[in-house]
T-cell receptor, first 118, second 113 residues
Framework: NAGVMQNPRHLVRRRGQEARLRCSPM?????VYWYRQLPEEGLKFMVY????????ESGMPKERFSAEFPKEGPSILRIQQVVRGDSAAYFC????????????????FGPGTRLTVT | AQSVSQHNHHVILSEAASLELGCNYS??????LFWYVQYPGQHLQLLLK??????LVKGIKGFEAEFIKSKFSFNLRKPSVQWSDTAEYFC???????????FGKGTKLSVKP
């Protein structure tokens, strides 16, 4: 039973380049969440998606960041024109659909992508 | 703003010592509560969770946590730690029907053999 998969595990980008982070949820999971972990900080929520829908993007920076979860394929977190402050670990999590839409199921996390901007 | 507070940044214990890590949250409505552990170089793993019912929750690897609603707390405990428990521990809260988790800043636990 494969867990949440993320790739790449490490990504180095120069300032101004684009970063694309991929996340494949656990089998049977239809909800995907992206979190960012800065040094000495806990995880901060960025965006919550279901297939073809963004449910909550309240944690996403307004510019340069976007996310999608297409009908087929992994979820993608895209960061355009990266800056040094984007260097962080980006974690994806997935969960099953909750009973009656209450979203009561726990989230399972992937290994993360460590983005370094030089 | 709603928040999750973990009181200890770094805890150092000897093997066989008892452990209690504090977690308080500031949200007053219905919550689901979680403790995750991150071993060095690994991803977050769920230790235990509270959704409803018995406020004393048992998790994996001998960990337990107690939900005290009146104190807005969900402290993690283990009677006797092992060297292999060295890791970072994160408390997380899910508010009501919202999907995302709100995490504390984490507590690093170092267990000396």
């Amino acid at each position: 039973n494969a867990g949440v998969m993320q790739n790449p595990r490490h990504l180095v980008r120069r300032r101004g380049q684009e970063a694309r982070l991929r996340c494949s949820p656990m089998k049977g999971h239809s909800h995907v969440y992206w979190y960012r972990q800065l040094p000495e900080e806990g995880l901060k929520f960025m965006v919550y998606l279901q297939k073809e829908n963004i449910i909550d993007e309240s944690g996403m920076p307004k510019e340069r960041f976007s996310a999608e979860f297409p009908k087929e394929g992994p979820s993608i977190l895209r960061i355009q024109q990266v800056v040094r402050g984007d260097s962080a670990a980006y974690f994806c999590a997935s969960s099953r659909e909750g009973l009656q839409g209450l979203l009561s199921y726990e989230q399972y996390f992937g290994p993360g992508t460590r983005l370094t901007v030089t | 703003a709603q928040s999750v507070s973990q009181h200890n940044h770094h805890v150092i214990l000897s093997e066989a010592a008892s452990l209690e890590l504090g977690c308080n949250y500031s949200y007053g409505g219905t919550v689901n509560l979680f403790w995750y552990v991150q071993y060095p170089g690994q991803h977050l793993q769920l230790l235990l969770k509270y959704f409803s019912g018995d406020p004393l929750v048992k998790g994996i690897k001998g960990f337990e946590a107690e939900f005290i609603k009146s104190k807005f707390s969900f402290n993690l405990r283990k009677p006797s730690v092992q060297w292999s428990d060295t890791a970072e521990y994160f408390c997380a809260v899910k508010k009501g029907s919202q999907g995302n988790l709100i995490f504390g800043k984490g507590t690093k636990l170092s267990v000396k053999p």
